[in-house]
C-alpha cells in the first residue's frame, strides 16, 4: 500500500461495497415493473460496484506487500445493527414457517441465533480489535462477485422480463427478486471484508434466507418445499457456525478468524471450531448429504441458478475452507473433509451423465467441482489451496456463463433439455459458440479447470491416500463424459436444424460476452494469475513464503497444449489440400434418403434420422446412487463431529 491515504480510501470504498447493494436494492424494489429506468439504474449501478471492487482488488493485489491488510474502527454502533438484524431475520423465518406450516425450520432458527444473541447482549462475547480484513484471497473475492455477479445482475433486468412473458401464470414480482439479487451482493462483501466471526456469521445468515427467497419466488408448492429445503440445510449449517463462533468466543478467548488461523493455531482444541465451520461449509456448498437444496434451487428463474451456482452463495463455502485449510492439515478434520469432498466430486459427476435436463446437468457439475475444491481444501497442503482457489476462479465464471446461456436457449426454443439441443450449431449460432466456449472451459485443456486438476493431483499424491486418487480420476473420466455428450449433441446436425430467431436482448449480451471473453483470456493468463494472485494467497495462509507451485515447465507444456489446439485443425487442413475426397453418408438402420437426415423404413417410409445420448439411469441414475450417496456421507460427517467436537467435551 502507499500509506494512510490510500487505506483510508481503500476503506471507505470497502464501507460503500457492503452499503451500497443494499441501497440499490430498496431502490429497484421502489421502481416500475420492467420499466427502462430500472434496467438503467440496475446498469449504472452495478457498473459502480463493480468499478469500486475492481479499484480494491487491484490496490491489493500490486500492493506488494504480502501481509494481511487488517483494518481496526470502532464498530459499536455497528454491533447494535447487526443484533437488531438477527432478530428480524430470526422472526421473518419465524414467519414465513408459521404461514407455510414448516415448522422444523423455526427450530433452526432459534438454535443458531438465541444463543448467538445471549453471548452478544450479556456481554460475554470477546471484543476482537479486527474487524474488517482485506488480504488477497479478499480481493480474489472481490473480482469474482464484483464482476460475476454484477454481470448476472445485469444479465437478470432483461431476462426477467422475458421470463414473465413466457411464463404468464407466475406473478410478475421481478423488482423483489432483482432486489434480492443485490441483498445477496451486499452480504457477499460483508462476509469477505469481515475479520470478526459474529459479523461472518450475520452475513452467513443473510445469504441463507436470500437463497430461501428467491428459490420460492414462483410460490408454487414445488418452490415453497425446495426453498425451505434449502433453508433448513443452511440454517442446521448455520447451527454449526453459531457453534463454532461461541466456542471460540467463550473457550479459546477468539473474536476474528485471523487470530483462529494465526496464533491460536497452537492450541489443540483449536480443531474443534474449525470442525464446526467446515460443517458449515459442506452445507453452504451443498456437498452430499446436503447437496439437494442445490437441485432443488432450479425451480427459480435462471439466473437466480447463476448467482447461487457461481458467484454468491455455493463459494461462501468453499471460501471458509480455504480460510482454514492450513489447520486441517494431517488431522482427522482433514481427512474426513477430503474424503466427503472426493467422494462427492465422484458420484456428482456420475449423477450428471444420467440427467438430460441442462440445468440439472449444471447443478450436478456444480456439486461436483465443488467436491474437488473441498477435497484440496481439506489436504491443507499448498497444492490443495492452490489448486482450490484457481478452481473457485475458473468455476465462477464459466459456470455463470453456461447458466446464462441455457436461460437464453430456453427461452428461444422453450425447452432446456439436452436432446432437444441436437444441431444447436445451426438453430442458435451465436449460443452455440458461447456454450461450447463455456463448456470447453470446465473441462478441455488448456483452460484452467484442467490445471487446476493437474494440482490437485499432485496434492493428492503427496498425501498419500490412493483413493483421493482414484475419486479425481474416475470422477475426471465421468466429467468428460458428460461434457463431451453435450458438445456432441450442440454440434450434431440430424433432423429439423433450421435457425431459430435468437430473441436474446441486448442487456443480456452485455453480460455475456464479457464472461465469454474473461474465460478465453483466463486461459491465457493463468501463469500471471498464478504468481499475482494465489501465491501470495499461499503466503498469507501459510505464513511464509511459499515456492511457485507452477513451474516454468508447467507453463511450457501449458503453452504447448495452448499451440495444439490451433495447430491440430490448421495442420489437417493443410494435409487435405490437394486429396482427393470421397463423401459417404451415414449407416442408418434402413435405407439412407441422400439427406444423411432421413431413412427408409421397412415399410417404405421416409422416416426422420435421430440420434440420442444414451444416459445409462438404469445403471446409476437418481433412483438408484443418489439416496445411498447421501447416506454413506452422512455418516461420514457424523463419524467426523462424533469423534472432533464429541471427543473435545
Known amino acids: 500500500m502507499k500509506g494512510a491515504n490510500t487505506l483510508a480510501n481503500i476503506l471507505n470504498v470497502v464501507n460503500f461495497l457492503i452499503l451500497f447493494p443494499f441501497i440499490m436494492a430498496i431502490i429497484i424494489g421502489l421502481l416500475k415493473k420492467a420499466s427502462p429506468l430500472r434496467s438503467a439504474v440496475i446498469i449504472i449501478g452495478g457498473f459502480t460496484i463493480m468499478a469500486a471492487a475492481i479499484y480494491v482488488a487491484v490496490n491489493v493485489l500490486l500492493s506488494g506487500n504480502k501481509a494481511d491488510f487488517v483494518y481496526l474502527e470502532n464498530t459499536e454502533l455497528h454491533n447494535h445493527i447487526v443484533v437488531a438484524l438477527e432478530v428480524f431475520l430470526m422472526v421473518l423465518v419465524c414467519f414465513l414457517s408459521i404461514k407455510y406450516k414448516k415448522f422444523y425450520a423455526i427450530i433452526f432458527s432459534l438454535v443458531g441465533t438465541i444463543p448467538v444473541l445471549w453471548m452478544d447482549l450479556t456481554g460475554r462475547a470477546v471484543e476482537g480489535l479486527n474487524h474488517i480484513r482485506i488480504d488477497t484471497f479478499a480481493a480474489v473475492m472481490y473480482l469474482i462477485v464484483g464482476v460475476v455477479g454484477i454481470l448476472i445482475c445485469i444479465y437478470a433486468s432483461g431476462y426477467m422480463k422475458d421470463y414473465h412473458h413466457h411464463h404468464t401464470d407466475v406473478q410478475d414480482r421481478s423488482n423483489y427478486f432483482l432486489a434480492l439479487m443485490f441483498v445477496f451482493l451486499g452480504a457477499m462483501f460483508g462476509l469477505i471484508s469481515s475479520d470478526n466471526l459474529g459479523f461472518i456469521y450475520f452475513f452467513w445468515e443473510i445469504t441463507s434466507v436470500c437463497s430461501f427467497l428467491m428459490i420460492g419466488y414462483t410460490r408454487t408448492q414445488e418452490a415453497v418445499d425446495n426453498s425451505f429445503r434449502a433453508l433448513w440445510m443452511n440454517l442446521l449449517g448455520g447451527c454449526g457456525f453459531a457453534a463454532g463462533l461461541i466456542y471460540c ?49 432450479m425451480v427459480a428463474p435462471t439466473p437466480s441458478s447463476a448467482l447461487l451456482h457461481s458467484a454468491t452463495m455455493v463459494k461462501i463455502g468453499v471460501y471458509m475452507l480455504i480460510r482454514v485449510s492450513p489447520l486441517m492439515y494431517n488431522t482427522l478434520t482433514g481427512i474426513m473433509i477430503t474424503v466427503i469432498g472426493g467422494f462427492t466430486f465422484f458420484a456428482a459427476s456420475l449423477l450428471a451423465i444420467t440427467v438430460s435436463d441442462g440445468k440439472k446437468v449444471l447443478a450436478y457439475s456444480t ?98 491416500s490412493v483413493w483421493l486418487v482414484i475419486f479425481l480420476v474416475f470422477g475426471s473420466g465421468s466429467t468428460l463424459f458428460y461434457w463431451a ?165
Open 249 to 297: 468466543n467463550l473457550f479459546l478467548g477468539i473474536a476474528n478468524l485471523s487470530q483462529l488461523t494465526g496464533s491460536a493455531a497452537t492450541s489443540k482444541f483449536v480443531i474443534v471450531p474449525v470442525t464446526l465451520f467446515a460443517f458449515a461449509a459442506l452445507t453452504k456448498s451443498a456437498q452430499f448429504p446436503f447437496s439437494r437444496w442445490l437441485l432443488g434451487a
Open 367 to 464: 456439486i461436483s467441482n465443488l467436491g474437488l475444491i473441498t477435497a484440496c481444501a481439506g489436504t491443507g497442503t499448498t497444492e490443495g489451496v492452490w489448486a482450490a482457489v484457481m478452481l473457485v476462479l475458473f468455476h465462477a465464471v464459466s459456470k455463470s456463463l453456461l447458466f446464462q446461456t441455457v436461460g437464453d436457449i430456453e427461452n428461444c426454443m422453450h425447452s432446456r433439455d439436452i436432446e432437444d439441443m441436437h444441431g444447436l450449431i445451426i438453430k442458435l449460432p451465436r449460443l452455440a459458440f458461447i456454450m461450447m466456449i463455456g463448456i470447453c472451459g470446465m473441462f478441455m485443456a488448456p483452460f484452467g479447470m484442467l490445471v487446476s486438476k493437474w494440482a490437485a493431483l499432485k496434492a493428492f499424491v503427496d498425501s498419500g
Open 485 to 649: 455428450k453435450w458438445l456432441g449433441k450442440i454440434c450434431t446436425v440430424i433432423h429439423q436444424s433450421f435457425e431459430l430467431e435468437d430473441i436474446t436482448p441486448r442487456s443480456e449480451m452485455v453480460s455475456i460476452f464479457p464472461l465469454t471473453s474473461m474465460i478465453v483470456i483466463m486461459c491465457f493468463a493463468f501463469p500471471w494469475m498464478s504468481t499475482h494472485m494465489i501465491q501470495p494467497i499461499l503466503d498469507e495462509a501459510f505464513h511464509t513464503n511459499i515456492p511457485d507451485v507452477i513451474g516454468g515447465s508447467d507453463v511450457i507444456i501449458m503453452m504447448i497444449m495452448v499451440a495444439m489446439i490451433f495447430m491440430i485443425p490448421i495442420g489437417s487442413r493443410i494435409l487435405a489440400i490437394g486429396k482427393n475426397s470421397k463423401m459417404t453418408m451415414s449407416y442408418v438402420a434402413g435405407v439412407n434418403a441422400g439427406d444423411d437426415r432421413h431413412y427408409i423404413d421397412s415399410f417404405g417410409k421416409e422416416r426422420a434420422l435421430y440420434m440420442s445420448n444414451w444416459y445409462m439411469d438404469e445403471i446409476f441414475g437418481e433412483k438408484k446412487l443418489l439416496l445411498p450417496c447421501i447416506i454413506v456421507s452422512a455418516v461420514l460427517v457424523a463419524v467426523m463431529l462424533i469423534i472432533v467436537v464429541g471427543g473435545a467435551f
